[in-house]
């Protein structure tokens, strides 16, 4: 499901510290959007690496020189209270927004002024932390254009459900009775395979028809969906936003160990999450942060002792 393997990324690398203008992907041209770099990053092994971003909202200054980084391979958590800064972070990675400030490479190379869409070709793959689905689509449906993810997979996801509602519109019938895709679409999504779509939702054990729709899944159920989907598109790091919140008990721990078992298969994982407990035992590394910087670092046995952290969730 990964487009990068280790062969593939060490290969990109020395090509793009060569200053060659020509992409080295193994899948997708981005060179045209990325910028080498004259050095290399200082471990090879660091895949995302955030250098002092800056971010303000009006007088809000959501993020404040934050500073912190990702291993290839790790799953790294990043925790603090709410309002600390986290999913503007995110946002910033996935180029939804503008940093003010500073500077983020991504497997060696520097981000600046990126599409998002070129991003995501580049490699990284997300969840938000409000789940965002489309209604009239089924189950199938989403993981068909996720595995069949390009430049323009969002606009044909879009395209896709704007013809099932006309579609409703027109027959007068409700867009839940539409019982498959119009099989005169132009959007059929190619490559895909229905043991990638069963693989995946064995993965985050999703047991539901593959032709449900979304309106008809339970809260748990989209949230699993969501990060299905995020598996199923094509990445090289996993951005997951409070992948647990709002979930009952055993679903959390269902979603623990489905992240356990990635980061076992070798996936990159950041995770942020609000509880600590969450991650404590699944995280390698984790980063607090509070007031929009990375106020502490360490293992969770570290975080969890640190004076500073606990006064911080303390004070909320
Ligand atoms: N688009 C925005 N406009 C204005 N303020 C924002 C925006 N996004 C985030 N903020 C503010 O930035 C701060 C950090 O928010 P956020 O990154 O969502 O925190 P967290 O995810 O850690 O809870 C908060 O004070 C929030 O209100
Ligand atoms: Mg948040």
Same mark, same amino acid.
């Given at each position: 499901?990964?487009?990068?393997?280790?062969? $593939?990324?060490?290969? $990109?690398?020395?090509?793009?510290?060569?200053?060659?203008?020509?992409? *080295?992907?193994?899948?997708?041209?981005?060179?045209?959007?990325?910028?080498?770099?004259?050095? !290399?990053?200082?471990?090879?092994?660091?895949?995302?690496?955030?250098?002092?971003?800056?971010?303000?909202?009006?007088?809000?200054?959501?993020?404040?020189?934050?500073?912190?980084?990702?291993?290839?391979?790790?799953?790294?958590?990043?925790?603090? !209270?709410?309002?600390?800064?986290?999913?503007?972070?995110?946002?910033?990675?996935? &180029?939804?927004?503008?940093?003010?400030?500073?500077?983020?490479?991504?497997?060696?190379?520097?981000?600046?002024?990126?599409?998002? =869409?070129?991003?995501?070709?580049?490699?990284?793959?997300?969840?938000?932390?409000?789940? &965002?689905?489309?209604?009239? @689509?089924?189950?199938?449906?989403?993981?068909?254009?996720? @595995?069949?993810?390009?430049?323009?997979?969002?606009?044909?996801?879009?395209?896709? $459900?704007?013809?099932?509602?006309?579609?409703?519109?027109?027959?007068?019938?409700?867009?839940?009775?539409?019982?498959?895709?119009?099989?005169?679409?132009? =959007?059929?999504? !190619?490559?895909?395979?229905?043991?990638?779509?069963?693989?995946?939702?064995?993965?985050?054990?999703?047991?539901? !028809?593959?032709?449900? =729709?979304?309106?008809?899944?339970?809260?748990?159920?989209?949230?699993?969906?969501?990060?299905?989907?995020?598996?199923?598109?094509?990445?090289?790091?996993?951005?997951?936003?409070?992948?647990?919140?709002?979930?009952?008990?055993?679903? &959390?721990?269902?979603?623990?160990?489905?992240?356990?078992?990635?980061?076992?298969?070798? $996936?990159?994982?950041?995770?942020?999450?609000?509880?600590?407990?969450?991650?404590?035992?699944?995280?390698?590394?984790? =980063?607090?942060?509070?007031?929009? *910087?990375?106020?502490?670092?360490?293992?969770?046995?570290?975080?969890?002792?640190?004076?500073?952290?606990?006064?911080?969730?303390?004070?909320?």
């Amino acid at each position: 499901m990964k487009t990068g393997t280790k062969k $593939e990324i060490k290969k $990109e690398t020395k090509e793009k510290t060569s200053h060659t203008k020509t992409n *080295t992907s193994s899948t997708k041209n981005t060179s045209s959007t990325f910028h080498p770099i004259p050095t !290399p990053s200082p471990s090879p092994s660091i895949i995302l690496d955030i250098e002092n971003i800056s971010k303000a909202f009006g007088g809000v200054h959501a993020l404040d020189k934050c500073t912190f980084s990702v291993d290839q391979g790790s799953l790294t958590a990043l925790i603090g !209270p709410n309002g600390s800064g986290k999913t503007t972070m995110f946002n910033v990675i996935s &180029r939804l927004i503008q940093e003010d400030h500073g500077k983020i490479i991504l497997q060696q190379s520097s981000v600046d002024k990126l599409a998002d =869409y070129s991003l995501a070709r580049q490699g990284i793959s997300r969840t938000f932390q409000q789940v &965002r689905l489309f209604r009239n @689509l089924t189950i199938r449906d989403h993981l068909e254009i996720a @595995l069949d993810q390009d430049d323009e997979s969002l606009l044909k996801s879009i395209k896709y $459900e704007l013809q099932k509602i006309a579609h409703a519109i027109l027959t007068r019938s409700s867009s839940r009775n539409l019982s498959s895709p119009n099989p005169s679409s132009p =959007y059929i999504a !190619p490559n895909t395979t229905h043991k990638k779509i069963n693989k995946v939702l064995a993965l985050v054990g999703l047991q539901k !028809p593959l032709t449900t =729709y979304v309106t008809d899944l339970s809260y748990g159920q989209r949230k699993l969906l969501d990060l299905a989907i995020a598996i199923a598109k094509p990445h090289t790091i996993l951005l997951l936003d409070e992948p647990v919140a709002g979930i009952n008990p055993q679903l &959390r721990d269902q979603i623990k160990a489905i992240l356990r078992n990635l980061h076992q298969q070798g $996936e990159t994982i950041l995770l942020i999450e609000h509880d600590m407990n969450f991650v404590m035992g699944l995280a390698q590394k984790i =980063y607090v942060m509070d007031h929009g *910087t990375v106020i502490a670092q360490g293992t969770p046995l570290q975080i969890r002792t640190n004076p500073q952290v606990l006064q911080v969730y303390l004070g909320e």
